[in-house]
């Protein structure tokens, strides 16, 4: 391990997040917040120092970067990211250093969870930050700086392959830093035409940004304590609605229709399936809602098909693709369309995408190996490849997503135990694990839609915080963090 190279990337990381917290000051002036204003100075000055220093002890690092340091740096920026981004809430007395990590982590891990009791009497430039911080992990905080560092080199592509969503990411370019720079001119141009249409739709500009950033990035943190709900506008809906499912789907097919390929999402397995899982529960969903099937205690929760429809698909476009806005109490729900919502959070959106979850190619790659095993057992002598869009996925891919899934089952297992042993009943227990470990933010019963984490014990919430990360950079890059030889030369 080159522990010089580390200090010197995660030095110049440092800054970057000090240099990234003057866009929220600029809020604190606009607003006359002079307390936060006087936060986000502190925290600038405490990130710069401390990344200078870092730089400092690497200054005569070699510039190659490998596997290893790759996925170190990776693990390693996103902790740090969330320690970085908890100092203005610990300077504005707004949480505790627990409190501030756990919500700093939610921001930047895109999971929306938060243990704000009060949002709308808190500094509305704090808010911004939040917000910010969903949008810039929604694409990835270390593919950014692929994108504005031109030093990192061939040791890009590696950052890179560590922090991507999905079980093999794709390149656009041959060149990573191109790569990098292309998804992120989509995702700004998303960020403005969403911000546009929300304005539009009769929100402020402030707030229309805020939820642009929680939208894209399948984050969800709002700037008002009902969300989406609070705006009871059809539009506003409508719009997010949108929005948060082409978040949830892949990039690369955006470039694909951008060099003239139209049909490149109808090709793509991935994104037909995403989109008939969506339908299909949005419809189950309405007809639970209707009363259909219900049991004699279950009443029909809305008097129209319309209403209905609303609430349902707005409710699974966001479960489904990670986002975590709310427009009803789901856990107020039938059991039926309560228990399909817990199924799809671990569903989660596409590969490539800024949603969480298991993602769409990896269930679709498990059950084709599930079915060729199945085949095998009373054909033994035939081999079948398998395929995705006509390509064959390899055996290291296999391997790979096997091992995510053993990983992920019994990370999640092993979670809702601690948690039930930390006192949470069953289903928060369970839905607390499942909506961290995914990148959700709310779950059920006392983390559920109307309700925060803020009663969750301090261990608790360290734990829960390390099951954002987990999720979001798909357990490798935090769990060989915990494996002694990974450090040795």
Known sequence: MNYRLLAKYLGHFAIAIGVLMLLPAAWAVYFREWNALLAFVLSVGLSCLFGAVLALAGRNAPERLYQREALGLVGLCWLVAAALGAMPYVFSGLFGPVDAYFESMSGFTTTGSSVLVDIEATAKSMLFWRSFTHWLGGMGIVVLFIAVLPYLGVGGKQLFKSESPGPDPQGLRPRIKDTASILYKIYLAFTVAETLALMLAG?????????????????????????????????????????????????????????????????????????????????????????????GEEQMHYPTVGSAFRYASFQVVSIMTTTGFCTADFDQWPHFSRMLLILLMFVGGCAGST???????????????????????????????????????????????????????????????????????????????????????????????????????????????????????????????????????
């Open 203 to 295: 929100m402020s500009f402030y707030d229309a940004l805020c939820h642009t950033f929680g939208t894209l990035a399948t984050g969800g943190f709002s700037t008002r304590q009902a969300s989406i709900g609070a705006y009871d506008s059809v539009a506003v809906d409508a719009i997010i609605i949108f929005f948060m499912f082409c978040a949830g789907a892949n990039f690369v097919l955006y470039f694909a229709m951008l060099r003239g390929d139209w049909k490149a999402p109808w090709k793509d397995t991935e994104w037909r399936v995403y989109l008939g899982v969506l339908v299909l529960c949005t419809i189950a969903v309405t007809l639970s809602l209707l009363g259909v099937g219900a049991s």
């Open 355 to 489: 949603g969480g979850g298991i993602k769409i190619i990896r269930i679709i790659i498990l059950l084709k190996m599930a079915y060729w095993r199945l085949e095998y057992a009373f054909r033994p002598k035939t081999v079948r490849a398998i395929r995705v869009n006509g390509a064959v996925v390899d055996d290291n891919v296999q391997r790979t997503i096997y091992a995510f899934f053993v990983l992920y089952l019994l990370w999640f297992a092993g979670g809702t135990l601690f948690m039930s042993f930390l006192g949470l009943p069953f289903q928060s227990a369970v839905s607390s694990v499942a909506a961290t470990l995914n990148n959700i933010g709310p779950g059920l019963e006392l983390v559920g839609a109307t309700h925060d984490y803020h009663l969750i014990p301090a261990v608790g919430k360290v734990f829960l915080s390390l099951c954002m990360v987990l999720g979001r950079l798909e357990l490798f890059s935090i769990c060989v963090l915990f494996v002694p030889a990974f450090w040795r030369r």
